[in-house]
């Protein structure tokens, strides 16, 4: 078996991995939207050359958008690779069991309510499944090998 073949066939990374990527991902594009939900929210009047009101509340409203996001994240991959192992298959399901655990803890657990921890979970196990049997990724294969460096010799111009 060629190299690409094996590359194709084996995991990239572990799933414990996988589920930090998830939550570091979560966290930087929570941290990113709760940056923007601070602009659409009142700030603090800034007086003269005090802004440290301001800063403190986006800095706060970034760390809960970030924590909640990275909760969300890790949970839905840690939940999709359990499930994952434990059936021995790659289909919908595994994101859809994901996406509901996720939304019914992470998001429920926000809301205080078990109505909004059903009705976020259903949400997200929804989403990820449309997704996942729409077949919808990021990546495509096209059959070729990228690497990050070059092997051919460069020419030297004199």
């Known amino acids: 078996m060629d190299p690409a073949e094996r590359r194709y066939l084996e995991e990239e990374d572990s799933p414990l ?3 930090i990527k998830g939550a570091t991902t979560g966290f930087a594009a929570g941290s990113i939207f709760g940056t923007i939900a601070a602009t659409w929210y009142d700030v603090p009047r800034v007086e003269r050359s005090v802004a440290l009101p301001g800063l403190i509340r986006t800095l706060k409203m970034m760390g809960n958008y ?3 996001f990275a909760a969300i994240g890790g949970v839905y991959i840690g939940v999709d690779q359990l499930v994952q192992h434990y059936r021995m298959k790659r289909d919908f399901v ?3 069991v994901g996406g509901f655990v996720a939304g019914a803890t992470v998001l429920g657990f926000k809301g205080r309510s ?3 921890a059903i009705s976020a979970g259903s ?6 499944a449309l ?3 729409g077949g919808q990724t990021t990546r495509i294969d096209n059959g070729k090998e990228y690497y990050p460096y070059t092997t051919k010799k460069r020419t030297t111009v004199d």
């Open 66 to 68: 970030g924590v909640t």
């Open 94 to 96: 595994n994101g859809a």
């Open 123 to 128: 949400a997200l196990a929804v989403t990820s």
């Open 17 to 19: 991995m996988k589920t």
């Open 131 to 133: 997704i996942d049997a």
């Open 114 to 116: 078990i109505k909004t």
